[in-house]
């Protein structure tokens, strides 16, 4: 768990593949988060996986966020 006052990388970003692959080389549980800009419900959950990340993950969980042109809610 995140301690107060630490600093903490929320989320990397994957803007291409060997980012990508980069990724899933690391340790521990990898949630992806591919969302569209201009998409409500898509904006709406960065901000509560933000929230699982610092409650829970601390180094155990990994999160990522993919930008995508399209968003099938």
């Known amino acids: 768990m995140a301690k107060k006052g630490q600093a903490v990388q929320l989320q990397t970003e994957i803007n291409n593949d060997d980012e ?3 990724f899933l080389q690391r340790e521990g549980l990898l ?3 591919v969302y569209s800009e201009w998409c409500g419900p ?3 959950m960065a901000a ?3 929230k699982i990340k610092l409650e829970f993950g601390g180094d155990v969980l990994q999160l990522a966020i993919v ?3 399209y968003c099938t809610d």
């Open 42 to 44: 898509c904006s709406g």
């Open 48 to 50: 509560n996986l933000k």
């Open 67 to 69: 930008k995508s042109m």
């Open 20 to 22: 990508w692959e980069k």
């Open 31 to 33: 949630l992806i988060d």
